[in-house]
């Protein structure tokens, strides 16, 4: 595996993924060919998606990212001395803004640590490792280039050292339950005696609270939702009428589970060119293109034990609001 070593202490790898991974042709063909369609939610993030979830990060209604970053502020330190960590693992690290509390623990805390961010946008994980090298002057960054939902067990921690695995933002709430508790398996893997995860989800809460979180006034949820279509008009020449979708989100209840939905007044044919096919959308037909399960505590915990995990540690927002964990091998 080549290593690419862009500073003293800032270097780059791929990971390659257990097994090929589905391409973007092939899970809209199967999504959209679906009843009813669907789109995953991974393809909303090229550089306009990204730059909108920042923005819908800043919303008042959208609490899930801001909530987190105060847990981690507030338990930053306890955190690192339970853990004790000589190797950070974080899964869908992003611009690692929150990951920052962690590392001021561990500056706090004179425990130096490397902090090895897998994401696939390279740059934006580049970037972010160039300045947290300048900030920490203790820190090594293994950036590893790749998509975490391919498996993990070509990730190239060294043998030695305790792990903290995190995984934030509530992002595990993306994956059906089925997936959600494979993703924990494939993280257990990764564990052993004294590592531990650092898991970041969204709690259960009134169905307005939850779908304003969605669905802000300002309407930046809902472009960043029609923002798949952009994706599949651009990568599959296709033609979407992007502006004549609507942009939908509802709570579930029994299901636990937020689901945002797109669709179209009007019956339309929409060309896929590079498919090479046409599919007709009827009037007020909607393509489902995001979960994002809540939990409470109990679901939690019985969706960790399910994976081989057991809670250590349970840091709870105000009111309940939302869950960071720190969980170790059953
Ligand atoms: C980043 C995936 C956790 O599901 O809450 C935000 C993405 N979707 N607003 C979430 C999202 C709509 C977000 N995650």
Known sequence: MAITQTGARLSSSEVAPEQ???????????GLLSRPRWLSPKYFYDDRGSALFEAICATPEYYPSRTEAALLEA???????????????????????KTRHLLDACDALDKSCQYWPFDVSAQMMLDAGAQLVADYDWLAVHALIGDYTGGLTNVPLPEDGRRLIVFLGGTLGNFEPGEARAMLEQIAGLMRGDDQLLLGVDRVKDTATLEAAYDDAEGVTADF??????????ELEADFPVDDYRHRALFDRDKARIEMRLGADHAHRVTLATLGTAIDIDAGEEIVT?????FTPDTLAALLESAGLAMDRHFEAEGGAYSLVLARRA
């Open 290 to 294: 995001e979960f994002s399960h809540k």
């Open 75 to 97: 338990h930053g330190q306890e955190i690192i001395e339970h853990a004790a960590p000589d190797h950070m693992l974080e899964l869908g690290s992003g611009s690692s803004r």
């Open 20 to 30: 090929p991974l589905a391409s973007l042709a092939d899970d809209v063909r199967t």
């Open 225 to 234: 939702n029609r923002n798949v279509l952009r994706v599949l008009n651009r």
